[in-house]
């Protein structure tokens, strides 16, 4: 008998994550020993904190510098996040979040983002 299918509706961003797991690429990124170990001194909120000033900087503006190469791969929990959520460069935000390029991120879509950051570093950490 077939398992019955998770509530994914019961979680916050449940149908991206869905989408994301299918993706060979996005569903390899964990956090590493480094990472988890940063996230746990510094804590969730220093952490988002970190995160919502690298939004701001590296992917709000219209044409970020270096963009689609702005996020590095390791080094910062939120970086890993942005990888493994498509929240890294413009071009994954148009794809799976249809925020467009070309213009600047409004304050809501740079809430967005952060939340699904968030989300994500908490299901890493087992925060429910």
């Known amino acids: ?13 449940a149908a991206l ?24 001194r510094r804590g969730r909120e220093k952490i ?18 270096n963009d689609g190469r702005q996020t ?3 080094g910062h929990p939120v970086f890993i ?6 929240t890294c460069c ?3 935000l148009a794809k799976w979040h249809g925020i467009p390029a070309g213009r600047a991120l ?3 879509e ?3 983002v952060l939340s699904v950051i968030a989300s994500w570093l908490d299901r890493e950490a087992g925060i429910p």
């Not at 008998?1 to 961003?13: G, I, K, N, Q, V």
């Not at 988002?48 to 510098?65: K, V, W």
């Not at 996040?81 to 498509?86: E, G, I, K, P």
């Open 48 to 65: 988002l904190a970190h995160g919502s000033d690298f939004i701001a900087d590296r992917l709000a503006p219209a044409a970020p510098r």
């Open 17 to 40: 994550f869905a989408r994301l797991g299918r993706s060979r690429f996005r569903s390899r990124f964990r956090l590493g020993a480094r990472e988890r170990a940063e996230l746990d």
């Open 106 to 108: 409004s304050a809501a």
């Open 72 to 74: 590095p791969m390791r």
């Open 110 to 112: 740079q809430a967005h």
């Open 90 to 92: 413009r071009g994954c």
């Open 81 to 86: 996040a942005q990888h493994a959520t498509a």
């Open 1 to 13: 008998m077939p398992h019955p299918a998770p509530d994914t509706a019961a979680t916050p961003h």
